[in-house]
């Protein structure tokens, strides 16, 4: 089956440490995307990757880092910058042009 | 600049009635548009999309949805509402993508649709 997987589904970090997020993708797509989601505040763009090793801010990249050293893997850390990263991470993935983006299934982050 | 603004963040229906969600956009180019549902702690998924064919658009699980530019509307319908279709909803606009070139996805806030017994 093709897809998008992210791991862990649940995860709690405490203040001061760096966690990373991954996500895979076996659809052959060229794009990656990574979304916050807050309750009522829809989802926001933290980072997007058009190609392997290149990589672009959204609007809220501030205290989060990302690598595309592979098409298949966008994996998204959270540094001890982000001031609130207690939030639902999705990623998705897209054929470049096509807009229409598939999403994997969240992780959530606690911070203790 | 792109936005989409869902009206009431919170829908009530009863289950056989119809389910009617608002959609309104902003786009200083012809829009893709969409609209996706997110059940409880799980992704998104894709319900329908308008990609500036037929204005009317059908989905999955039975909505459906319709492009008005002069209203810049995109509401979301669905003639006789289901105990399953209680979920969030988003709507969500793209300025057009050609050749390689990348469309950004813009998300409204949300709707959450609760369907009565």
């Known amino acids: 089956d093709g897809g998008i997987t992210q791991s862990p589904k649940y995860l709690f970090r405490k203040e001061g440490q760096n966690v990373t997020l991954s996500c895979e993708q076996n659809?052959?797509?060229?794009?990656m995307y990574w979304y916050r989601q807050d309750p009522g505040q829809g989802l926001r763009l933290i980072y997007y990757?058009?190609?392997?090793?290149?990589?672009q801010k959204g609007d809220i990249a501030e205290g989060y880092s990302v690598s595309r050293e592979k098409k298949e893997s966008f994996p998204l850390t959270v540094t001890s910058a982000q001031k609130n990263p207690t939030a639902f991470y999705l990623c998705?993935?897209?054929?470049?042009?096509?807009?229409?983006?598939?999403f994997g299934p969240g992780t959530r982050l606690t911070v203790l | 600049a792109q936005s989409v603004t869902q009206l009431g963040s919170h829908v009530s229906v009863s289950e056989g009635a119809l389910v009617l969600l608002r959609c309104n956009y902003s786009?200083?180019?012809?829009?893709?548009l969409f609209w996706y549902v997110q059940y409880p702690n799980q992704g998104l998924q894709l319900l329908l999309k308008?990609?500036?064919?037929?204005?009317l658009v059908k989905g999955i699980n039975g909505f459906e949805a319709e492009f008005k530019k002069s209203e810049t509307s995109f509401h979301l319908t669905k003639p006789s509402a289901h105990m399953r279709d209680a979920a969030e909803y988003f709507c969500?606009?793209?300025?057009?993508?050609?050749?390689?070139?990348?469309?950004?996805?813009?998300f409204g806030q949300g709707t959450i649709l609760t369907v009565h017994p």
């Open positions: 998705a993935s897209s054929m470049v042009a096509a807009n229409e983006q598939f």
């Open positions: 659809l052959n797509h060229d794009a």
């Open positions: 990757s058009q190609i392997v090793n290149d990589f």
């Open positions: 786009s200083s180019v012809p829009p893709y």
């Open positions: 308008y990609t500036s064919a037929a204005t």
């Open positions: 969500a606009v793209s300025d057009r993508a050609g050749g390689t070139s990348y469309g950004k996805l813009t």
